[in-house]
């Protein structure tokens, strides 16, 4: 009952039936339609409401690839389309089979029967079939089993096999409002998992307070759910190049690292500067290839496990809003927290004008480039495949000292994030690569960083829910602002920490960036918040002593017993680590503090590194110390500021 008296206190009953002028949009009928005897017919279970202005027209459905309908010939005779109509508009031949997981776009007419607008196709019962597979694993959600039932009568349980029934395919014409907004056509998208409004309306180039419209949600009531449809008002015919392409077979997973202990030391330097690039550049690809494949499989297995949505990674916000329901009932669908409007959505024409046309002036690195949005500057980073989990994760989170991201766009296949800008750059410029001598960060600068680091990291494992592991924190993945703050950037490879029982999570695969990676999840891939801690460490270690992890001593893994064995000459020790560019203007026993704060985030043993709340009270009580003595030294030496 609690769950009736959601979707009634939601959906605005009066609206839809209290004066036949008012033309009432579409109340999205959420988890109802995995409760076949629910036929209320009040939401739209078993229907959208006849309420446009015309009784037919030419409507479009979403559908995705899977044997065995999965090419143009068994998909257009399972939603009764024209084979040729489907060819054309996905851009491939008649005869094409797609692979699996391809968003396909169906072309059909749509018109009233009775109250309800549908698209009718007709299906032969199989053996096993029930109304809900047919209409939500065969149809994936096109259907419902209420409104099988009654086009079909009213067998819930068994249906014979054999029997020829009519499907009728959910689908809509624009109300007159819609009309003249110059809406033409409603698309009826299949919602899948990690899909929210904005980003399904941004890839249709819909405006997403219209597409909120079109389905009685607004702003404040964003959640859909996988294996329903959304509305989506179109103004042009969808094309094939607004469906996303499923990721690439997963390649192999990457050789196990190995950890060489061998005593060739002697060789010489320059055949260690290839290794280590054809290692980095091998790690790059592995990297690249092992996110797809992690997403493909994440997709996969989301979809497989029915009763245990805490299993899936998409879940950490459903787990918090979506309702407790019966056993027996919905449990299996997952709560999609949408994306708030606080992320705007751009046309790519606006990033074009922003970027002068993607123009050489304005590239960063790689497919990042810099833009002006009304004045103010962006970074703008183009990316294929699935980003809804870093879309999601930096949707939630509000740190300064996490990079925030402002804005999406989706264009032919890619996604496109404008972020915030940090004028300053990676730190990783700052402090070793290709560091010209205007670039020059004084000791207390340095402190400032690292807590700024500290703090962004301790937001993510302690203020996020579930706690969030960033796995890649490096010098390349702090930017600086125009005041010298750090913000953590590049969420792409975070992750829950508490998707699996226990303190540490497994995996099989290691990404993060070498020079970084803690002893325990290279070697044994044990996942949890320490691993940020032992990053953070090394990312200190290169902050102090201005030089890249991995250049000090080859294998960061024993960084911890090489460099900061113990030992009581520690002054001794500190000249030859802390950065010989502060030329000693630092106090001493603060680098003998700092050095050891490194040396216990680099502890080989997870257990006995600290908690990231306690590095930031540790650098908190540093960066006073380090202010302090900074002004007692103000009178004097002033070779920095
Ligand atoms: C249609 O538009 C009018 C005027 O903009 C508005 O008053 C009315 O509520 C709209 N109808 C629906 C169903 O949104
Ligand atoms: C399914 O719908 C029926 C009729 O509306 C209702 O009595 C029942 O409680 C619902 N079951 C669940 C699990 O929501
Ligand atoms: C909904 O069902 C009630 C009775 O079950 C019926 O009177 C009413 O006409 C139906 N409304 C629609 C739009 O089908
Ligand atoms: C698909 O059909 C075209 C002609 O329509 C033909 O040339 C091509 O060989 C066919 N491809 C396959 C794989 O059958
Ligand atoms: C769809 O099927 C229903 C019931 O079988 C029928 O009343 C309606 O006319 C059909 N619509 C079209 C467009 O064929
Ligand atoms: C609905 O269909 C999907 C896709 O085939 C499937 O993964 C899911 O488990 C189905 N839901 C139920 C409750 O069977
Ligand atoms: C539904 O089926 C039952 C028998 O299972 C039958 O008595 C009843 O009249 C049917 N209702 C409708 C609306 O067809
Ligand atoms: C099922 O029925 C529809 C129309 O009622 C017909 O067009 C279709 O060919 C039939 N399918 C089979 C396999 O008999
Ligand atoms: C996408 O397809 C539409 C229709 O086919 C076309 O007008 C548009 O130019 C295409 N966009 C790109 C970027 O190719």
Request: aromatic share 10%.
């Amino acid at each position: 009952m609690k769950f009736l008296n959601l979707i009634i206190s939601v959906f605005c009953l009066s609206l839809i039936f209290s004066s036949s002028l008012v033309l009432a949009q579409q109340s999205y009928a959420r988890k109802a339609t995995t409760n076949c005897s629910n036929t209320d017919n009040s939401t739209t279970v078993l229907g959208y409401t006849c309420n446009g202005v015309s009784k037919s027209c030419q409507s479009y459905l979403t559908f995705r690839a899977l044997s065995p309908y999965n090419a143009v010939k068994s998909i257009s005779s399972l939603l009764n389309a024209e084979p040729s109509q489907v060819a054309q508009i996905n851009s491939v031949s008649e005869n094409t089979t797609f692979d699996s997981n391809k968003e396909v776009i169906v072309p059909v007419g749509c018109s009233c029967s009775g109250p309800y607008y549908q698209s009718n196709a007709s299906y032969v019962v199989q053996s096993d079939d029930t109304y809900f597979v047919i209409a939500n694993n065969t149809y994936q959600g096109l259907s419902t089993c209420q409104a099988l039932q009654n086009e079909n009568g009213n067998l819930t349980k068994y249906i014979y096999s054999g029997t020829n029934i009519t499907v009728p395919l959910r689908c809509a014409c624009p109300t007159e409002n819609q009309t003249n907004d110059g809406i033409k056509y409603l698309l009826s998208y299949l919602i899948t998992w990690g899909d929210t409004v904005s980003l399904i309306s941004a890839r249709f180039g819909a405006d997403t307070g219209t597409t909120f419209e079109a389905n009685g949600l607004s702003e404040q009531d964003t959640n859909i759910y996988p294996f329903t449809t959304l509305l989506v008002p179109l103004q042009e015919p969808p094309s094939s190049n607004q469906t996303l392409t499923p990721p690439p077979p997963p390649p192999s997973p990457p050789p196990p690292p190995s950890s060489s202990t061998s005593g060739s030391k002697g060789n010489s330097k320059k055949t260690w500067i290839y290794v280590v690039v054809g290692v980095v550049g091998g790690i790059v690809v592995c990297v690249v290839g092992v996110v797809i494949f992690l997403v493909f499989f994440r997709r996969k297995s989301a979809r497989r496990s029915k009763t245990d949505p805490v299993s899936s990674s998409q879940s950490f916000e459903a787990l918090e809003k979506s309702p407790k329901v019966g056993e027996n009932s919905s449990v299996f669908l997952e709560s999609l927290s949408s994306i708030a409007l606080s992320i705007k959505t751009y046309s790519f024409e606006e990033l074009q004008l922003a970027t002068d046309n993607f123009s050489p002036k304005c590239w960063i690195k790689g497919s990042v480039y810099c833009g002006t949005f009304n004045g103010d500057f962006a970074a703008i980073k183009k990316m294929n495949g699935d980003v809804s989990e870093e879309i999601r994760l930096l949707n939630k989170i509000n740190h300064m000292n996490l990079i925030r991201l402002s804005g999406v766009c989706f264009h032919d296949g890619h996604w496109y994030l404008v972020y915030e800008y940090a004028a300053n750059g990676p730190l990783s410029d700052w402090i070793y690569k290709n560091r010209s001598d205007d670039k020059f960060l004084s000791w207390t600068q340095r402190i400032q960083i690292a807590l700024d680091a500290a703090t962004g990291l301790n937001y993510l494992h302690s203020y996020t829910s579930p706690p969030q592991v960033h796995k890649n924190i490096s010098s390349s993945n702090v930017l600086l602002d125009s005041d010298f703050r750090a913000k953590i950037t590049n969420l792409g490879l975070a992750r829950s920490a508490e998707a699996q029982e226990g303190e540490f999570a497994l995996t099989r695969h290691i990404v993060g960036t070498k020079g970084y990676m803690a002893p325990e999840y290279l070697e044994n891939g044990l996942v949890s918040t320490k691993i940020d801690v032992y990053a953070f460490g090394v990312l200190l270690l290169e902050i102090l002593s201005g030089k890249e992890a991995t250049t000090l001593c080859g294998n960061s893994m024993h960084i911890s017993e090489t460099l900061l064995g113990g030992g009581n000459e520690e002054n001794e020790k500190l000249k030859d680590l802390i950065d010989p560019s502060l030329e000693n203007n630092y106090p001493p026993e603060l680098a003998v503090f700092m050095v050891r704060l490194v040396e216990s985030c680099l502890s080989k043993d997870p257990t006995p590194r600290p908690i990231m709340d306690e590095v930031v009270q540790s650098l908190s009580r540093a960066l006073t110390t380090s202010l302090n003595w900074e002004m007692s030294n103000m009178s004097g030496d002033q070779s920095y500021s």
